[in-house]
């Protein structure tokens, strides 16, 4: 494992104590379709009636993380993140559906810092567990209706900009 990165970045990592260890916190918004219009034009076929609808097309994510500075160009973070905030309504008069999605987990990624440059670049894995619920409003009584969950794992990778601030802090963007 040390090898490749001895070659990629020309420094050896392997021997050198860590430099900096660090924490944070991120935030955002993530965007997401969850195709309500198709949903809406599928239920209006299944029921013969109309159905109007509503739905959010950005969610609310945040992560919290430790990192452990290898050397002065590349560290490994740990992190814990979630995302909620998805759904979409579907109504006909006196009855509506609901679908709401969330999404937690935690990641492991290495952190590339290009020397006397701000940018920085992110690689690593996830693993995450998607919860979906349903649930059914009639006559202004809701019935939870159906729930489901996935796990998995994939990639992280992108890259930023790292601004410093005083004593050591910095934004990342």
Known sequence: MLAPLNAAFGQDVGIQPPKTNYFG?????GFSDVKA?????ALANLLGSTVSYSYNKAFFTGRA??????????SVELGVFAATGL?????????STTEK????????????????SALFFK???????????????LNGTVYNVASQSASGTGLVYGLGFST??????????
Do not use: C, W
């Open 25 to 29: 916190l991120e935030g955002g918004v």
């Open 101 to 116: 999605y969330s999404a937690n987990g935690f990641d492991l990624v290495g952190v590339y810092s290009v020397p006397d």
């Open 37 to 41: 219009k198709e949903t809406a034009q």
């Open 65 to 74: 993380f430790v990192g452990f500075g290898m050397n002065d160009t590349i």
């Open 123 to 137: 690689a690593g894995m996830h693993s995450s567990k998607l919860d979906g619920n349903a649930s059914v409003t």
């Open 164 to 173: 410093p601030l005083e004593d050591g802090a910095s934004i990342r963007y």
């Open 87 to 95: 759904e979409a309504t579907y109504s006909i008069t006196g009855a």
